[in-house]
């Protein structure tokens, strides 16, 4: 799925490649909700939980691509991954909303990433090691 060629290469540089992958997963993810959304005539409420699906989505792909090229500690990779993407979605949110975001809202989402982050990079470590 992944190409291990440049593991353990430049830290920084992979964590940026996992955020913009993580993200563009998102926004695939959300347009096709939208869509969803929009034609099937499901709920409010059904579309704030398939938010939180495809937040959790993002969060795990880009932990578990920035785990498997960084190739080590992948625990803390994908939590420092998963709170850097929310810290970049709050601020998108920001921009879009302007200033709608809660502080509540916002540690909770944060807290999450940082756990969803660091399961997510060991299983990336994990998928890893069966190579």
Known sequence: MFNKEDKGSNVLLTYGKAL????ALTVLLLIIAAL???FTGLGEEAFDTAIWIVLILGICFGSIYGSLKIGRRGYLHGAVIGALYTIIILLIAFLIEQG???MKGFLIRFIMSIV???LSGMIGMVMGSRD
């Open 100 to 102: 709608d975001v809660t």
């Open 116 to 118: 969803i982050g660091a």
């Open 36 to 38: 969803i959304y929009n």
């Open 20 to 23: 913009i992958r993580g993200i």
